[in-house]
């Protein structure tokens, strides 16, 4: 082998030791700080000499293998492999035990080898996080047959392992040479593409606002491509947060790899799991999904038919698993591994539980994030780190669980009816709505009944895992993320309680400031360059997504002229809530004067769908003649593209839509299918106890409360739905903004410079 190739002892093992079938039954398992606990307790118990942590590594002809070995001690010349359990060690699988012995024995090889030994006493010790026991299950070895052993796995992972270090060398071969796709850059978007390979080049975050229209998606994945092999990057992940992004993604990186047929870039598709799977109506193990049965046994084949064909969008992966009769979402996990650039969601690096972000810091990866419409990570991130617990969820379970779970369940229902009491919270607040209460503190009582539901639970499908039923583990996984979210409760969250009525409450314990989790994420990475239309203010991102101080911030020039987009400001229209009713004749005059003016196709967004209806109604009373249709409340896929159809070229009519909604950002309406757009609210949020606590919050912590909760998450709603109108160098069109808030001076520094606003 001429290359030298690197591979932790895990991965190692991974690759070579498992068989059999894919079987992802629940199982309760020691969640990672149960397994970090479980180890610090075992090495507590060892002697004074013990050696935990133990870093080791060794070569096998150009395979150089590393790794850290749980615990040696020296006295007793033990080496032990720590594994954490739930439940019975009978009921584990043979090939997850498989698995274990081969890391204690390739730890074993490498660890005779570095300090001479002859033989040497291997032992899996299983620790079980309910009482604290340990089994030693244990074998003796020689150094002869321990270096046996792991000369067979290197040479079972030599010849993957050349591939990949040749694949390695002929991609950045490839790279260094790579040259953008087409005849001239667009305008800015050279300027885009310069500040991401400087950010690569320099190893720090990029916030770039660049306008629509200048390519952006190739802006970022060519210059990130560009510093792939001079940087030494292993993987790139380009992370969407709507499927059309990762469509875009895809189209650009198709466009690279027709531009130089030779060149050898493995690029993967990550779908959702529900959209992925083949047979949603069976289990996923063997016994039932036969896409399950015997994954292990045919991955080898699956994965190097996969990475022979290095294209693997949703449709290429799904081809090449069933052809294997594998499972497609698993084996797309499982060549994350092995491919050069990701497409995914935002949550497969920046989620507590994020497949990409584990395998970077598993395997000490260098990676390039890029992150596509980044003004919506910051509410995508509060999801994430988000948590709520269902009453009526828990009432229907304690119908149908095992009596031996009936205690816990029953404390848990008590504790319900305690918060009740204590928040002074009725069933309902103003008739048909529900009463809402922003918690002061943790009800701690509550939370601790929650993990004792959370931690029996676990207990009783350790010993009778039959009774998972999925109405008990959807009540499990909700109390244990509740849990987990609740142990890391501070400032950057609050704690809300809606009833719904008797038996129908929900607690909520709601991210605002998703900086604590998210800060971690951007260091794990080499760069991260986060990109949209609408990422102003600077300091807004920088503070609430926690990036380093080093973080650049860029504005690309916008290649559109004033003189392309009337933006008219109607400073004689109020849209607050008190002045809603007197707005609508005014809104509707406005609307009917600009499509007399210049008939075509036109948005109009308002802030809620009532204010919507109003305005649509009294429109259609008074203008019958002009085309009109609207966005409706929960409108299916189906409704969506029809109504998007409607502005076809050439075409004349209004449609309606809400601010935030599905019609205001990520579509794409060139030349005369929009020519307009009215804007008849600033976006602001909802004024009420959520928003006014996160304003407090955000007071505390930036010294900009209003700013951070109201006025700039508003703007960029606007802002977006006004860059609908202007797609192209071509596009004319007018924007008008109905609201005399439009003209204070702390809003128009929110709008996009190159607008000429009257």
């Known amino acids: 082998m001429s290359a030298t190739y690197r591979v932790a002892v895990r991965a190692l093992c991974d690759f070579t030791a498992r068989e059999g079938d894919l079987d992802h039954r629940f199982t309760p398992a020691p969640s990672a700080r149960e397994g970090m606990e479980g180890h610090t307790l075992v090495t507590s118990r060892r002697g004074e000499d013990y050696l935990a942590e133990l870093p080791l590594s060794g070569k096998f002809e150009g395979l150089i293998v590393t790794g850290r070995a749980d615990g040696f001690d020296p006295t007793a010349n033990r080496l032990e492999e720590i594994k954490t359990h739930r439940g019975s060690l009978e009921r584990m699988a043979e090939n997850q035990r498989a698995l274990h012995w081969a890391q204690v024995k390739v730890y074993g090889a490498l660890l005779c080898a570095e300090r001479g030994l002859e033989q040497i006493t291997l032992t899996l010790v299983y620790l079980d996080i309910a009482s604290g026991k340990e089994t030693l299950i244990s074998q003796e070895a020689t150094a002869d047959e321990l270096q046996a052993f792991f000369a067979d796995q290197c040479q079972r992972f030599l010849a993957w392992a050349e591939q990949e270090a040749v694949h390695r060398q002929d991609r950045d071969s490839g790279l260094q040479t790579l040259r953008f796709p087409h005849a001239t850059f667009r305008p800015g978007q050279r300027e885009l593409a310069e500040d991401v390979y400087k950010a690569a080049s320099t190893g720090r975050c990029l916030l770039a606002q660049a306008p629509t229209g200048i390519g952006k998606t190739m802006g970022t994945l060519f210059p990130m491509l560009s510093a792939m092999p001079r940087q030494q990057l292993d993987r790139i992940a380009f992370l969407t947060m709507k499927t059309p992004g990762r469509r875009l993604a895809l189209d650009a990186l198709a466009t690279l790899r027709t531009s130089d047929e030779t060149r050898p870039l493995r690029v993967l598709e990550l779908v959702a799991r529900e959209k992925a799977c083949e047979y949603p109506d069976r289990a996923c193990h063997g016994e039932s999904c036969p896409l399950a049965a015997g994954f292990y046994d045919r991955l080898p084949?699956?994965?190097?038919?996969?990475?022979?064909?290095?294209?693997?969008?949703?449709?290429?992966?799904?081809?090449?698993?069933?052809?294997?009769?594998?499972?497609?979402?698993?084996?797309?996990?499982?060549?994350?591994?092995?491919?050069?650039?990701?497409?995914?969601?935002?949550?497969?690096?920046?989620?507590?539980?994020?497949?990409?972000?584990?395998?970077?810091?598993?395997?000490?990866?260098?990676?390039?994030?890029?992150?596509?419409?980044?003004?919506?990570?910051?509410?995508?991130?509060?999801?994430?780190?988000?948590?709520?617990?269902?009453?009526?969820?828990?009432?229907?379970?304690?119908?149908?669980?095992?009596?031996?779970?009936?205690?816990?369940?029953?404390?848990?229902?008590?504790?319900?009816?305690?918060?009740?009491?204590?928040?002074?919270?009725?069933?309902?607040?103003?008739?048909?709505?529900?009463?809402?209460?922003?918690?002061?503190?943790?009800?701690?009582?509550?939370?601790?009944?929650?993990?004792?539901?959370?931690?029996?639970?676990?207990?009783?499908?350790?010993?009778?895992?039959?009774?998972?039923?999925?109405?008990?583990?959807?009540?499990?996984?909700?109390?244990?993320?509740?849990?987990?979210?609740?142990?890391?409760?501070?400032?950057?969250?609050?704690?809300?309680?809606?009833?719904?009525?008797?038996?129908?409450?929900?607690?909520?314990?709601?991210?605002?400031?998703?900086?604590?989790?998210?800060?971690?994420?951007?260091?794990?990475?080499?760069?991260?360059?986060?990109?949209?239309?609408?990422?102003?203010?600077?300091?807004?991102?920088?503070?609430?997504?926690?990036?380093?101080?080093?973080?650049?911030?860029?504005?690309?020039?916008?290649?559109?002229?004033?003189?392309?987009?009337?933006?008219?400001?109607?400073?004689?229209?109020?849209?607050?809530?008190?002045?809603?009713?007197?707005?609508?004749?005014?809104?509707?005059?406005?609307?009917?004067?600009?499509?007399?003016?210049?008939?075509?196709?036109?948005?109009?967004?308002?802030?809620?769908?009532?204010?919507?209806?109003?305005?649509?109604?009294?429109?259609?009373?008074?203008?019958?003649?002009?085309?009109?249709?609207?966005?409706?409340?929960?409108?299916?896929?189906?409704?969506?593209?029809?109504?998007?159809?409607?502005?076809?070229?050439?075409?004349?009519?209004?449609?309606?839509?809400?601010?935030?909604?599905?019609?205001?950002?990520?579509?794409?309406?060139?030349?005369?299918?929009?020519?307009?757009?009215?804007?008849?609210?600033?976006?602001?949020?909802?004024?009420?106890?959520?928003?006014?606590?996160?304003?407090?919050?955000?007071?505390?912590?930036?010294?900009?409360?209003?700013?951070?909760?109201?006025?700039?998450?508003?703007?960029?709603?606007?802002?977006?739905?006004?860059?609908?109108?202007?797609?192209?160098?071509?596009?004319?069109?007018v924007v008008v903004l109905m609201d005399d808030r439009f003209a204070q001076a702390s809003v128009r520094a929110l709008l996009p410079s190159w607008w000429g606003v009257q």
């Open 301 to 733: 084949a699956a994965r190097q038919a996969a990475v022979n064909q290095s294209w693997l969008d949703r449709d290429a992966l799904r081809e090449v698993a069933l052809a294997h009769d594998v499972c497609p979402y698993y084996l797309g996990q499982e060549l994350a591994r092995w491919v050069d650039v990701i497409v995914g969601d935002v949550n497969h690096w920046f989620d507590s539980h994020a497949l990409l972000h584990g395998l970077a810091q598993a395997n000490d990866w260098r990676t390039g994030v890029l992150v596509d419409e980044a003004h919506n990570l910051i509410e995508r991130a509060r999801g994430m780190y988000s948590a709520e617990l269902d009453q009526q969820r828990l009432n229907r379970l304690r119908r149908s669980a095992p009596k031996a779970l009936s205690r816990p369940l029953g404390r848990l229902a008590r504790q319900w009816q305690v918060l009740f009491k204590d928040a002074e919270i009725e069933e309902e607040g103003e008739p048909g709505k529900p009463a809402y209460r922003l918690l002061t503190a943790l009800p701690d009582k509550l939370v601790a009944a929650t993990q004792q539901v959370g931690a029996s639970m676990t207990d009783h499908l350790g010993e009778h895992p039959e009774d998972a039923t999925p109405e008990l583990q959807e009540v499990l996984f909700e109390a244990l993320a509740f849990c987990r979210l609740a142990e890391r409760f501070g400032e950057h969250s609050l704690c809300d309680l809606t009833r719904h009525g008797r038996g129908r409450a929900v607690l909520g314990l709601r991210n605002l400031i998703p900086a604590d989790f998210l800060a971690p994420r951007f260091t794990t990475a080499h760069t991260v360059v986060l990109f949209s239309a609408t990422l102003t203010p600077a300091h807004y991102y920088r503070d609430l997504l926690g990036l380093p101080e080093s973080t650049v911030r860029r504005e690309v020039a916008s290649p559109f002229a004033a003189r392309q987009l009337e933006v008219r400001i109607r400073r004689d229209i109020s849209t607050r809530f008190r002045d809603r009713e007197a707005s609508i004749e005014p809104i509707v005059a406005t609307m009917a004067q600009q499509y007399q003016r210049k008939p075509g196709h036109y948005l109009a967004f308002f802030s809620s769908f009532a204010y919507l209806e109003a305005v649509l109604a009294r429109f259609r009373q008074a203008h019958s003649e002009v085309p009109v249709f609207s966005q409706t409340r929960g409108m299916p896929e189906a409704q969506r593209e029809s109504f998007l159809a409607r502005f076809a070229p050439g075409g004349e009519g209004i449609g309606f839509a809400v601010l935030g909604g599905a019609f205001a950002e990520g579509i794409d309406l060139p030349g005369d299918r929009l020519i307009g757009a009215f804007i008849a609210t600033l976006g602001l949020p909802p004024f009420n106890d959520f928003n006014e606590a996160l304003k407090n919050r955000l007071t505390e912590r930036f010294g900009q409360g209003d700013a951070y909760t109201y006025r700039i998450p508003g703007m960029i709603k606007v802002v977006q739905a006004a860059g609908r109108v202007i797609r192209s160098p071509d596009d004319e069109g």
